[in-house]
């Protein structure tokens, strides 16, 4: 092994998370700044998504992925910034020992002053679904064939069903049928969809692919190679429907059935996971359980914009390099963010008021599908926001700003409430 060395802010991921990280973190005021990252080249999954529809918010224009990760990357290359590719993290200790291996360098660790989590995400295997039939070949995760299509240069199948309506399952349905395979469907196990309403209009619906909500694939049919599967309907307790079994030819079957924040190195560190989201637990300033560690993109929980993900990532950076700079890590009281009716999660958790200059972002998702309903914050009892919505979807992330004001006027405040009234009961 090597000697220990010691950097200020190791970023762990080169995607777009980390680049933006990493960036905000020089430009804040430390220049020593370190991106590790297990691929050979930056850009994460960015680098496979050759379909437009990044940076409308960050570049106020449209770019393909890769060219949106070249943005960050040619700023990195700008700034000096190091990165260590074809490395792998192997173990982050609590007191931010970071262990990685690469073929160059070996086995190393660095002691890091802040450490940024920004490993991404994983999509939801076919051993997570308990599909009845062999194991034939021509079963892939949207994500494996986005690759083998966009970059390997590879037509997976020509017969196709798509199990899963996340953003990803639906570009892929426009992006083999573009390459000349047959979509037969799209199968929803949800009465919803997971994704964009963009994506349902553009890729769906423009190219007259039908999408069957509330069912699922029970059986795929085939020893070799998929020949078909079964699709079937599925009750209000997701149970399949005795008697709406439908055969469907196909020599494909992608499934998008979800993405799982990458945090494996996150419980070897000991940080809080939240069970609503599968990722770390974080304040106002991104920063985990653990000081000096902090975590944003997909590996705090899932995005639908990448764009949301470099601000996110920004603030994550930013933090981390005032972490190292401060002479003294000062404990702020925190007020808590719990969630009520309509509301799966909220990022962030808590908020130190001492900490906000003149307000703090907050995301959520909400639980279900709800039309004319009100967002409604509360500090403790004391109402401070009611924001009308006329349609809230799982797929779309929302966002509040809760203001300094509303901390200076409810000092005493213990927690704040996020939850949905129908404006109905109003």
């Not at 777009?16 to 850009?43: M, N, S, T, Y």
């Not at 070799?224 to 599925?234: I, N, P, S």
């Not at 929302?398 to 203001?403: A, N, P, R, S």
Request: with cysteine.
């Amino acid at each position: 092994m090597n000697a220990m060395q010691r950097r200020q802010v190791v970023v762990i991921g080169g995607g777009p998370a980390g680049l933006a990280a990493a960036v905000a973190a020089f430009e804040a005021g430390e220049k020593d700044v370190l991106i590790l990252d297990r691929e050979h080249q930056l850009g994460g999954i960015l680098n496979q998504c050759i379909h437009t529809g990044f940076g409308l918010h960050t570049f106020k224009e449209e770019l393909t992925g890769p060219e949106y990760a070249d943005r960050y990357i040619d700023k990195v290359r700008d700034l000096g910034i190091e990165t260590w590719l074809d490395t792998m993290v192997i173990d982050i200790s609590k007191d931010r020992i970071v262990t990685m291996i690469s073929p160059k360098n070996g086995l190393i660790q660095i002691e890091a002053g802040a450490i940024v989590l920004a490993m991404g995400c994983r999509e939801r295997a076919r051993g997570a679904l308990n599909i009845p039939g062999f194991r034939p070949a021509g079963v892939f995760s949207a994500g494996t064939a986005q690759r083998f299509v966009n970059m390997e240069g590879y037509l997976p199948g020509k017969e196709v069903v798509i199990l899963g309506s996340g953003d990803i399952g639906l570009i892929m349905a426009r992006r083999m049928t573009l390459e000349g395979a047959k979509v037969k469907m799209v199968v929803e196990l949800l009465p919803y969809s997971g994704g964009l309403k963009r994506n349902i209009v553009q890729c769906l619906d423009d190219f007259d692919i039908p999408l069957k909500l509330s069912h699922t694939v029970t059986r795929i049919h085939g020893k070799y190679r998929v020949e078909g599967v079964t699709v079937q309907a599925v009750d209000a307790s997701r149970a399949p429907i005795p008697g709406t079994e439908e055969y469907v030819p196909c020599d494909t079957l992608l499934l998008s059935v979800g993405l799982i924040p990458e945090n494996e190195l996150s419980r070897k560190a000991g940080v809080a996971i939240s069970p609503k989201t599968s990722g770390p637990i974080v304040n106002e300033s991104f920063e985990t359980s653990i000081p000096g560690i902090f975590a944003c993109g997909n590996v705090l929980h899932v995005h639908d914009l990448v764009d949301w993900v470099s601000q996110e990532a920004a603030e994550a950076g930013k933090n981390a390099a005032r972490f190292v700079s401060a002479k003294t890590q000062e404990t702020t009281a925190a007020v808590s963010i719990q969630t009520g009716f309509g509301i799966r999660y909220t990022v962030p958790v808590s908020v130190r008021p001492a900490n906000i200059a003149k307000s703090v972002l907050v995301r959520y998702r909400v639980a279900d599908v709800y039309r004319n309903h009100c967002v409604v914050v509360k500090f403790d009892d004391a109402v401070v926001l009611r924001q009308k919505k006329r349609i809230l979807t799982p797929g779309e992330m929302e966002q509040i700003l809760l203001l300094k004001t509303w901390f200076d006027q409810n000092p005493a405040a213990k927690t704040i409430t996020v939850a949905l009234e129908s404006e109905e009961s109003q």
